[in-house]
């Protein structure tokens, strides 16, 4: 049995879904805090029940909270919205989390600097 990931259905919904949810977002969004996010994934379950969303910005920590609640608060909004441009009998439930993969990688090149600094000293 082929895993979500390499099928090729579900792989084709969850760009969808990016595409479509990405313009939701800047276009139908009253919330300036959700405006300037951007979908960086989406991975969808075998079964198309559910979404994980990936999510990056310029979000402070002190704000990721209240941007996680206005997001869950959207989602019925949201899920309304991809429906129709989805054309799937029962649209995904949508869970947003915050990709760490920029972040991690700028603190990964931030050490290699640092190292690269100390064995030029």
Do not use: C
């Amino acid at each position: 049995m082929a895993s979500a990931k390499n099928n090729p259905r579900t792989r084709r919904v969850g760009e969808r879904i990016q595409v479509e949810l990405a313009e939701i977002l800047t276009m139908k969004t009253e919330d300036p805090r959700l405006r300037v996010l951007s979908i960086t994934g989406v991975t969808v379950t075998r079964d198309l029940s559910s979404a994980r969303i990936f999510i990056s910005g310029s979000i402070s920590k002190e704000d990721e909270a209240a941007v996680k609640r206005a997001l869950a608060h959207a989602t019925p909004y949201f899920r309304s919205l991809l429906a129709p441009r989805l054309r799937l009998r029962i649209v995904p439930e949508l869970h947003f989390e915050f990709d760490r993969a920029i972040e991690t990688g700028n603190r990964i090149e931030q050490l290699l600097r640092e190292l690269r600094e100390k064995r030029d000293d």
